[in-house]
């Protein structure tokens, strides 16, 4: 791959925390910087606190100070040859993407495998720009019907469906990621109909279901929010194995997630 061209200093990302351990976020262990700032509003978000930088939800680095960050960490997520690295998420990474797009590219200098964790609410030319730097997205749709995605998230889907397609036609790498909430988007009809959607693509590796949790509970109730689905519980194992077997029925490969580290 071509050197990236010399990492300007006078940008600066507005980052929420860092991860320097994890085993949810792509293929091995990764390092994950989480962005802060978000164009969606959605109502499950389990990361509230990163949707709007508010001040004193994030501080400020340069590129130079956050790859030193992930230098440190290096050992951990390439050792016993995981295949791991680091992996951008939120908050919304293209939300930032003139520092993103520094970040990427001073990560591949240094041969350090990428992954962008996004809801792809951005432009195609975005996408086409910054994926030479990617090995892999995340592409965390919400879901397929539009009228359904805007209650979700106050977003048509209209383009993220585009982008998804714009990822597939530069053969770029991509795991779509999903949300069961019971009730709301593990309807069988929606669920074909996404099965149907996703069918078309080449370079579509993994469809991951992620059960609903309400781990983020406490995030809304201390920013002093009001949580939409304080009813809503979490799947149960059967129900994922349902949804599941949708996907199957399509041929596609799917995984259904973190099932057992919630223990559902």
């Known amino acids: 791959m071509k050197v990236s061209e010399p990492v300007s200093k006078s940008i600066k990302g507005r980052v929420h925390s860092f991860e320097s351990f994890s085993a949810l976020d792509g293929p091995g262990i990764r390092y994950v910087i989480f962005f802060s700032g978000c164009p969606m ?46 992996t951008l998420s939120g908050g919304e990474p293209f939300f930032q993407f003139e520092f993103m797009l520094n970040l990427l590219k001073e990560c591949k200098r240094l041969k350090i495998h990428t992954v962008v964790d996004t809801n792809l609410y951005t432009s195609p030319r975005e996408i086409e720009t910054v994926s030479k730097w990617v090995d892999l997205f995340l592409v965390g749709l919400k879901h397929i019907d539009n009228q359904k995605h805007i209650e979700l998230t106050g977003k048509d889907n209209t383009d993220i469906l585009k982008n998804i397609s714009v990822l597939d036609s530069i053969k770029k790498r991509f795991w779509l990621r999903y949300v069961v909430i019971p009730g709301i988007t593990d309807d069988k009809k929606d669920i074909q109909q996404l099965a149907t959607f996703l069918s078309d693509f080449n370079h579509l590796e993994l469809v991951e279901l992620l059960p609903y949790h309400c781990l983020g ?33 399509f041929d596609l490969p799917v995984d259904v997630g973190d099932v057992e580290v919630l223990g559902i």
């Not at 590129?63 to 997520?77: G, H, S, Y």
């Not at 920013?223 to 996907?247: H, I, Q």
Request: hydrophobic fraction near 35%.
């Open 217 to 249: 509970l406490r995030k809304w109730e201390a920013l002093g929010k009001s949580y939409a689905l304080p009813d809503v519980k979490p799947p149960t194992a059967e129900e994922m194995l349902r949804v599941k077997k949708v996907f199957q029925a």
């Open 41 to 86: 509003r959605c109502v499950f978000c389990h990361n509230v606190d990163m949707i709007e930088s508010l001040p004193g939800t994030y501080n400020e680095y340069s590129v130079a100070e956050v790859m030193k960050r992930i230098e440190r960490a290096r050992p951990f997520f390439t050792c016993s040859r995981s295949g791991g690295g680091i």
